[in-house]
């Protein structure tokens, strides 16, 4: 089984529509991520969790909420889905080891009609 | 600005050759580098990392170096294999925030 999973893995929406992505994690870490890629940009820090209590905005927020619901889920949600939203969308976790990358989940791609 | 740089977009080698990857970064605070492989479909994996006290790290196949005074650092993959034809992002983090700052990628291909 995946240690980290991703739903959905596909995703096609249409401009203003709500959308969530949800992230769900069995390798026990407190941190999590969710980063965007797009094609020719690598991946940027949308938002990251620290534990449970803890939400921090990373590079690119604006037209993204999170929510961590547990030490094991962090869903990303786009409140009104925008065309420049199509992207592939990366949930990750990590422990505090500055030696070890995160953790990446296989991705969901997004598409905003 | 882009605080990581991969300039070449692409590589090919030949099979059981050396692939040299290279990534530059410009900012001083970054301690530790790491290295990502990506495949089609799939989420980045982690493989190799360094801190910025050291030059080197080998681990298998895989070396990195590092010239903090160039502010480059380089991923060596010898001898070459056609399972290694991915995407490599160099990531670099600094600060106690955990946070990676990646590149934009170089997609290897490893021609048989």
């Known amino acids: 089984d995946a240690d980290v999973t991703q739903t959905p893995r596909n995703r096609i929406t249409k401009t203003g529509k709500r959308i969530m992505l949800e992230c769900s994690q069995t390798?026990?870490?407190?941190?999590m991520y969710w980063y965007r890629q797009d094609p020719g940009l690598g991946l940027r820090l949308i938002y990251y969790s620290f534990d449970v209590k803890d939400i921090n905005k990373g590079e690119i927020s604006d037209g993204y909420s999170v929510s961590r619901q547990a030490q094991a889920k962090f869903s990303l949600s786009l409140e009104s889905a925008i065309p420049n939203q199509t992207a592939l969308y990366f949930c990750?976790?990590?422990?505090?080891?500055?030696?070890?990358?995160?953790?990446f989940g296989p991705g969901t791609r997004l598409t905003v009609l | 600005d882009q605080q990581v740089k991969q300039n070449s977009p692409s590589l090919s080698v030949q099979e059981g050759r050396i692939s040299i990857l290279n990534c530059d970064y410009t900012n001083s605070m970054f301690d530790y580098f790491l290295w990502y492989k990506k495949y089609p479909a799939e989420g980045p994996t982690f493989l190799i990392s360094?801190?910025?006290?050291?030059d080197k790290n080998e681990d298998g196949r895989f070396t990195v170096f590092l010239n903090k005074s160039a502010k480059h650092l380089s991923l060596h993959i010898v001898p070459s294999q056609p399972g290694d034809s991915a995407v490599y992002f160099c990531?670099?983090?600094?600060?106690?925030?955990?946070?990676?700052?990646f590149g934009k990628g170089t997609l290897l291909t490893v021609n048989p």
């Open positions: 390798k026990g870490h407190d941190r």
């Open positions: 990750a976790t990590s422990e505090p080891n500055r030696e070890v990358g995160p953790f």
């Open positions: 990531a670099a983090r600094g600060g106690s925030n955990y946070k990676l700052t």
């Open positions: 360094i801190s910025s006290i050291k």
